[in-house]
């Protein structure tokens, strides 16, 4: 299988760039500037990729690597730190720039194979404060803007190139075409790589990593442990024990639902703890918000870690990390941006071999088109999130036993009607919410004094802003109409246009 190297001198994108080769059908590692010269000889890269950095490279405390490197034969793509270094491990000059660049700017190019197809003005993504002054003997200069002579350069004969601005993201018009060229013009790559191969390499590894150990992963039914589930179960099947903690605030049938898929289509050992009864008796005469979430997390995770003590032996602790979970907690060189707590924290007495994350160098699309190969039911892959206090934050005040079961069935004919009218995909989220007011109704000739249900939908990238999603209020209407004739026990229904800000997409 073709492989390109992506060499981790602690950007903030290495990733992105991985991904964007795995995009061309090209696979990616990533390893970190300390690998020794040796083992990249061995695995006979296709090409190897030096990431940026945050770092000076006259600062000899910042990563550099030995000369030889460029000498291998293999291919070489610098960008930003890594385009100043093989400027100066080939004795060039690098110096601070006297105007930093930050942003779109515009790049003047000249032919060259990794131009090909890229118009001679394009827009580039730059972000640096460093900058070749002086291009080495050998390399040609084939890129500059306004404020930087040497935005990119090529020895062609030794097939290194060199760009300091960023063609793994997308603010760079034409990055995509540039690493394609590096690929397939430069580097010969066919494109052989399909999901397929990364299920088949990643068993393999797991295989490896684990050996005839046993293996607990903590399944929530969300995307990310659901497929990392099928990929464990795949490499090694009764070594694992998935732990299904149902703390009875799902969504309704949901926590079923979960348990058909993992014990039908998986060779597992699957452990359902059902808990619904001993967590609504916590909850009992709680309507603080943050009192409820607390008790829900605490005693969540006392009924998991209880669970695997019980098992004895754990072997290895597996986590359904993603990829953006690694750097938002500074993986590698990376500067710290922001602690993420999806990586769960075992406690001090709970020994275990070591942790597997088979899906840390994925991206959440990736990661669903993982769970569609594996055959994962659509619900799990395509599942949008979902709180971990479940339905607790979407009950305003005290939860019930009775409150639960009205909003899951509330809950339920939204999803349908949303799945009906396709609906599921094209919105970020939606969900009903109990805020535990009555009002007055009217009822064949009775009138009635029930529940009020809200609807909230809304459509975002990123989750910290989102928009009120515009459903059609024929669709709506339909809602409407079914909650209020399906559901014992609700007379109205209203719509939520707040957008966030000033509204949190959740109620507590
Ligand atoms: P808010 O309400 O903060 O929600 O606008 C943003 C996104 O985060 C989800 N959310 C949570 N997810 N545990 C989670 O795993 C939580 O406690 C939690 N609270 C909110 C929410 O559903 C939305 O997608």
């Given at each position: 299988m073709e492989k390109i190297l992506v060499l981790d001198f602690g950007g903030q994108y290495n990733q992105l760039i991985a991904r964007r080769v795995r995009d061309n059908r090209v696979y990616a590692e990533i390893l970190p500037y300390t690998t020794d010269l040796e083992t990249i000889r061995k695995n006979k890269y296709k090409g190897i990729i030096f990431t940026g950095g945050p770092n000076s490279v006259f600062d000899m405390s910042s990563p550099h690597y030995a000369r030889d490197i460029l000498d291998l034969g293999v291919p070489v793509l610098g960008i930003c730190y890594g385009c100043q270094l093989i400027a100066w491990m080939e004795k060039g000059e690098v110096s601070t720039a006297p105007v930093s660049e930050y942003g779109k700017i515009e790049l003047s190019a000249k032919p060259s194979p990794l131009f090909e197809n890229v118009p001679e003005k394009s827009i580039v993504w730059m972000s640096h404060t460093d900058y070749i002054s002086k291009a080495p003997?050998?390399?040609?200069?084939i890129a500059s803007t306004p404020d930087c002579p040497c935005a990119a350069m090529a020895n062609e004969k030794k097939n290194i190139y060199a760009v300091q601005f960023h063609p793994e993201v997308t603010h760079s018009e034409y990055g995509e075409q540039i690493l394609y060229n590096f690929l397939y013009a430069v580097c010969g790559c066919k494109g052989d790589w399909v999901m397929d191969n990364f299920i088949e390499n990643t068993i393999a590894k797991l295989r490896e990593q684990i050996g005839d150990n046993n293996v607990v992963l903590g399944l929530s039914g969300g995307v990310d442990s659901s497929v990392a589930a099928g990929l464990l179960s795949r490499a090694v099947g009764k070594q694992l024990t998935c732990v299904f903690v149902d703390q009875g605030l799902m969504r309704k049938d949901e926590g079923d639902f979960v348990e058909k898929t993992f014990t039908t289509l998986f060779d597992m050992n699957f452990v359902r703890v059902n808990c619904g009864k001993e967590f609504l008796e916590k909850l009992r005469g709680v309507s603080d918000p943050e009192e409820k979430r607390r008790i829900i997390g605490t005693s969540f995770y006392n009924v998991f870690w209880d669970e695997i003590r019980k098992l004895g032996d754990m072997g290895y602790f597996a986590q359904g990390t993603i990829y953006p979970d690694c750097i938002e907690s500074g993986k590698g060189d990376a500067a710290v941006i922001k602690t993420h707590h999806n990586r769960v924290k075992t406690p001090g007495d709970v020994k275990y071999l070591g942790i597997v994350e088979p899906l840390a160098d994925l991206f959440k699309d990736e990661v669903r088109r993982v769970g569609e190969k594996l055959g994962i039911p659509k619900e799990l892959v395509w599942r949008q999130p979902f709180p971990g206090p479940g339905l607790g934050v979407r009950i305003i005040g005290e939860v019930t036993k009775e409150k639960v079961k009205l909003l899951q069935e509330a809950d339920a004919v939204l999803r349908d009607e949303m799945s009906k009218n396709g609906y599921e995909r094209n919105l970020s989220q939606f969900f009903c919410v109990l805020p535990g007011v009555k009002s007055v109704g009217v009822m064949g000739d009775h009138r009635t004094y029930e529940n009020l249900i809200i609807i909230r939908a809304v459509t975002t990238d990123d989750f910290m802003t989102a928009d009120w999603a515009r459903i059609p209020y024929d669709i709506l209407a339909t809602v409407s109409n079914r909650i209020t004739n399906e559901v014992k026990g609700i007379n109205r229904v209203v719509y939520d246009i707040t957008s966030k800000p000033p509204a949190t997409v959740e109620y507590e």
């Open positions: 003997e050998g390399y040609e200069v």
